[in-house]
Nanobody, 124 residues
């Protein structure tokens, strides 16, 4: 059974930090890129960050660049999103996804498996 399970989302004050985790099971992980996307109420899903298969290349949305860091541990089949200096506009459901290949993409259709998401709420 394929599963991407996110955790770490919660209510936090503006300026605070969170670390999200996404654990993969039942699916190949170490040779695939991984990405984080988010969707706020009434808005479309948007790309947040991505990392290539070996962790040597990353990409970020302009809105989170310098505040968020994506990383992965292939031995644990887990990808992380460290979020610092959180803002109210970061409030959303955050989902991880597995890339179809080893290189990352900002386009959601280049991802084939998705987690259910974890809620991040930033109070101002």
């Amino acid at each position: 059974q394929v599963q991407l399970l996110e955790s770490g989302g919660r209510l936090v004050q503006a300026g605070g930090s969170l670390r999200l985790s996404c654990a993969a099971s039942g699916v190949a992980f170490s040779v695939h890129a991984m990405g984080w996307f988010r969707q706020a109420p009434g808005k479309e899903r948007e790309f947040v960050a991505a990392i290539n298969w070996n962790g040597e290349s990353t990409n970020y949305a302009d809105s989170v660049k310098g505040r968020f860091t994506i990383s992965r541990d292939n031995a644990k089949n887990t990808v992380y999103l460290q979020m610092n200096n959180l803002k109210a506009e970061d409030t959303a459901v955050y989902s991880c996804a597995r890339g179809r290949g080893g290189s990352f993409s900002t386009w959601h259709r280049q991802y084939d498996y998705w987690g259910q998401g974890t809620q991040v709420t930033v109070s101002s």
